[in-house]
């Protein structure tokens, strides 16, 4: 056989699709929700980050209104010409929500990490990163070329220790997920604000699954622990809770010219469609106006966890509206992802490099779409396919 420079791949996903871990594209008809058309099957979808329920219906038409008058694409980066009224307008508004003085908007959250961790840091310097951060923390840290410590999962003492043996390094920043996305659990940020104080590190804090779902304004997990005057640099998402697209990073007015200045992202990157700001606003408002969405969803997420506990299913550390079910070796979270959709339900299967060996998981993630009978559906669900695994085993 002729030699091609396919060949290579070809065996590499040969390896990956034995191991259990190739992944396979679906494609959904229709709009987002807690039911989708998915591969043309109707399915209850538990698979969406969309946590208010607001990416289809609710946002639709404030975008749509923006079409009008204010067309589709911007045409250029922020620094040029694409920086338009909408977008000042929103940064405006998520420095007021996030009680910040100032705020940026990146194409995207994974942009915002990769923009703020390589402007701010670089080589000379330390980060320390938690061993479960976002895939987009740890580009930004491999990107900057600081040194880099990563501490166990949300472990203050390896902090502790990691800060301990960077003492000599120009700068120190500690970077953490606040709510962590496969787990659920959230990050101890009352230690790490004080051990970022005792040793002179910046904190970096990425809210993205928590920004409209926890604390009392919906703020995220900073707020929740009471610690927000302690975290320098917030990195959210403008594309889970608030149903739009974009990211955005959220701080002092220094920061923000800081990062202007130098968030390569921000610079080289064109700037989101004015409506899809626009949508941003309009979520930001329906976040302030309507607790009772969070609360609902919090709440659910709450029972399910309980439910599934007394079955004894394992849902870990969670404690919000991300409820991982862990299941241990990739090939039986496939399983068990296959067997909820033979039933009508959609669960993704996680698998490593998302999570670590050996700890393969559904995840599980509530919106304020689902209703109480939802939920019990997929608890049923969830108990039939556990006796039939017992079964098995046995
Ligand atoms: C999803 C996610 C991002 C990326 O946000 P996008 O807007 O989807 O690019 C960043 N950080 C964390 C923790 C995330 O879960």
């Given at each position: 056989m002729a030699w091609t420079p396919w060949d290579w791949i070809e065996k590499e996903l040969a390896k990956w699709e034995h191991r259990g871990l190739r992944r396979h594209r679906s494609?959904?008809?229709?709009?987002?929700?807690?039911?989708?058309?998915?591969?043309?099957?109707?399915?209850?979808?538990?698979?969406?980050?969309?946590?208010?329920?607001?990416a289809a219906r609710t946002l639709s038409p404030h975008v749509q209104q923006m079409l009008g008058p204010g067309g589709w694409g911007s045409g250029a980066s922020p620094l040029v010409t694409g920086r338009g009224e909408w977008h000042a307008r929103l940064e405006r508004r998520l420095a007021e929500f996030e009680g910040v003085?100032?705020?940026?908007?990146?194409?995207?959250?994974?942009?915002?990490?990769?923009?703020?961790?390589?402007?701010?840091?670089?080589?000379?310097?330390?980060?320390?990163?938690?061993?479960?951060?976002?895939?987009?923390?740890?580009d930004g840290c491999r990107l900057s070329g600081a040194d880099i410590r990563v501490y166990r999962h949300a472990d203050p003492s390896d902090l502790e220790q990691g800060l301990l043996e960077n003492s000599g390094a120009r700068r120190r920043f500690i970077v953490s997920d606040t709510l962590f996305s496969m787990g659920g659990d959230v990050a101890?940020?009352?230690?790490?604000?004080?051990?970022?104080?005792?040793?002179?590190?910046?904190?970096?804090?990425?809210?993205?699954?928590?920004?409209?779902?926890?604390?009392?304004?919906?703020?995220?997990?900073?707020?929740?622990?009471?610690?927000?005057?302690?975290?320098d640099v917030r990195v959210g998402t403008l594309s889970k809770a608030l149903g739009t697209i974009g990211g955005f990073v959220a701080g002092s007015r220094l920061l923000i010219e800081w990062l202007v200045n130098q968030a390569r992202p921000y610079i080289f990157s064109t700037a989101l469609p004015e409506a899809a700001a626009a949508a941003g606003i309009a979520a930001l408002d329906i976040v302030e106006?309507?607790?009772?969405?969070?609360q609902r969803l919090l709440h659910r997420a709450a029972r399910l966890r309980n439910e599934l506990n007394v079955r004894e299913l394992q849902t870990g550390a969670s404690r919000s509206q991300i409820v991982p079910l862990i299941l241990g070796e990739p090939g039986r979270a496939l399983e068990w992802s296959q067997a909820l959709r033979d039933r009508g339900l959609h669960c993704p299967a996680i698998r490593p490099p998302s999570v670590p060996t050996g700890e393969s998981l559904?995840?599980?993630s509530l919106t304020a779409g689902h209703t109480d009978a939802d939920i019990d559906q997929l608890i049923q669900a969830l108990d039939d396919i556990r006796r039939r695994d017992a079964k098995a085993d046995a």
């Open positions: 494609t959904r008809t229709g709009p987002q929700g807690a039911v989708i058309n998915w591969n043309g099957q109707r399915l209850l979808n538990f698979g969406s980050n969309d946590y208010l329920d607001l003085e100032s705020a940026l908007l990146f194409p995207s959250g994974y942009a915002a990490n990769i923009g703020a961790i390589t402007a701010l840091a670089g080589p000379g310097d330390a980060i320390l990163s938690d061993a479960l951060n976002h895939a987009s923390i740890i101890p940020l009352g230690p790490i604000v004080e051990l970022a104080s005792r040793y002179q590190a910046m904190v970096l804090v990425d809210e993205a699954h928590a920004t409209g779902v926890l604390g009392e304004r919906g703020r995220g997990v900073s707020e929740l622990l009471g610690v927000e005057t302690g975290i106006q309507q607790p009772e969405r969070r559904l995840r599980i």
